[in-house]
């Protein structure tokens, strides 16, 4: 058998819309492999839908989905001709229950789908979808979908996932998969299942699969991964990631937590990753959170996988004013980056940015982070990030530690699980240009925007500190430079 060429460079799949179709399509032109992020699609293609498809391009899309209706069906429950009022609110996506809502499950296979041909439509370059494996829910249509549009590779992360190369595997062979969700508070989870008839009638997946690989930090994960005993699971390979990566990173290791001056958790000799063990796994590897390419190669790695270089250049999907800002702060010297022990609701230290305006755990002083923090009323009406609880009367439910308090106590929660938390579906997705409005004053029918959340890697490349605009393809020489 032939063996299979990599690409050296692995664009990162951030954030909820900021590894987007046109990034990854970019970055797949140029020879490395795009990513775009498999986190809350569904809600973001609706989004999109209400202020009116700019571009047509998601129409473009929906119009080679493989059953028509079930994509006409998503338009026209969304689309608004021109756009909403900047003023009205979005409409609602329902949240994943169990079971999940037929209307819920269309959306997800169709966006995922939609985002997937969109990056790979007019050239054969890879492209890859991410996903977190805590964000269980939605991962059976979501893989679906992005299987659908024949996605060339699947990364997951934060987490052990080692549900996913059978999930790939069934859809392949049957058309259909389950998924074991975690449910705090009980030893056995709650297994759901997903019928590709369901949405597609008899539509069948195309037979060709893609690649796997895992995000992990240990060589024990990748064992745990992979499986210890046959028949072992097919995993294509491995990312491993450093703590200063942006987005949720591993926990530091050892049981004596410690924390700097910043409140930040201290990582130390235990959390440098292992390459002499992960080498001996036998699968390619790529590095992320800051190495260049003659790094990862001197360590026996194929190549790296970068995020941040890429979450400001001109094809991300930021908004502007965040590109601009991060762009300004970084050649000014005075881009600085924070890991929260506490802001993420799914437990994992989150990496954030500390800019005007946005959320973060600055110094509290008037429109700080911490002010816009401690002044949003705690609202949880995305529920992406919840995690299902086992109640008293033998059923499950859905809780989130940025819920309003007393609404998480209310289901059995702690109430030291809800300090510091903060809802990054809202903020992710304000980050992307796409903010929840809220009614502020009930007569005069005010409103005010969603303040948006900012997540960076810890290492700033030399190129984003210049402070100038650049393309995907420049991001790209400048890490073939490095090497």
Not at 29 to 44: C, D, K, P, R
Not at 157 to 165: L, V
Not at 203 to 209: G, Q, T
Request: contains cysteine; aromatic residues 8%; glycine residues 12%.
């Amino acid at each position: 058998m032939e063996e299979k060429h990599w690409p050296s460079i692995i664009q990162g799949g951030m954030g909820a819309g900021v590894s987007h179709w046109r990034l990854a399509k970019a970055v797949a032109q140029y020879g490395g492999m795009g990513v775009v992020s498999g986190t809350a699609t569904g809600l973001i293609f609706a989004r999109r839908l209400q202020l009116g498809d700019l571009g047509g391009h998601i129409r473009r899309a929906f119009d080679r989905f493989p059953v028509r209706e079930v994509a006409d069906r998503v338009y026209e429950r969304y689309f608004i001709p021109g756009g909403k009022m900047p003023e009205r609110p979005f409409k609602a996506v329902p949240m994943f229950s169990i079971p999940p809502k037929k209307e819920l499950l269309e959306l997800a296979v169709v966006s995922n789908f939609s985002q997937v041909w969109l990056a790979k439509e007019g050239h054969g370059g890879m492209v890859a979808v991410n996903f977190l494996n805590d964000l269980e829910p939605p991962h059976l249509p979501s893989l679906y979908g992005a299987m659908l549009a024949g996605v060339d590779t699947v990364i997951v992360g934060a987490g052990i996932p080692d549900q996913f190369p059978g999930m790939i595997e069934s859809f392949l062979e049957k058309g259909t998969a389950s998924f074991r969700l975690k449910v705090r508070g009980r030893d056995s989870g709650y297994e759901l299942a997903f019928d590709s008839k369901d949405v597609m009638g008899d539509r069948r997946l195309p037979s060709e699969r893609p690649d796997f690989l895992a995000i992990i930090t240990l060589p024990l994960a990748g064992i745990a991964v992979c499986g210890r005993t046959p028949p072992y699971r097919r995993v294509d390979g491995f990312i491993v990631e450093r703590h200063i990566a942006g987005g949720h990173n591993a926990p530091p290791r050892g049981k004596e937590k410690k924390f700097n001056e910043f409140g930040e958790p201290e990582y130390g000799e235990k959390d440098i990753p292992n390459y002499d063990g992960v080498r001996k796994l036998g699968k390619p590897f790529w590095i992320a959170g800051g190495a260049t390419l003659k790094e990862a190669n001197e360590l026996g790695a194929v190549g790296i996988q970068v995020g941040s270089i890429f979450a400001v250049c001109e094809e991300s999907g930021f908004a502007e004013s965040i590109k601009r800002q991060i762009l300004g702060a970084a050649s000014r010297g005075i881009l600085a980056v924070r890991t929260s022990a506490t802001a993420s609701p799914t437990g994992y230290p989150f990496n954030m940015s500390q800019l005007e305006g946005v959320i973060s755990e600055e110094k509290e002083s008037p429109n700080s982070g911490l002010a816009l923090y401690r002044e949003r009323k705690r609202v949880c009406d995305i529920g992406e990030l919840r995690h299902l609880y086992g109640k008293e009367d033998g059923g499950v439910g859905f809780r989130c530690p940025a819920e309003r308090v007393s609404n998480f106590e209310g289901k059995g929660g702690k109430p030291e699980e809800t300090e510091g938390a903060m809802c990054l579906c809202n903020g992710l997705l304000a980050a992307i240009g796409l903010a929840q409005t809220r009614v502020r004053g009930v007569r005069d029918r005010t409103s005010e925007a969603e303040p948006a959340i900012v997540t960076f890697g810890k290492k700033i490349p030399e190129l984003v500190r210049r402070g100038n605009s650049y393309t995907a393809k420049e991001a790209m020489d400048y890490l073939r430079d490095q090497s």
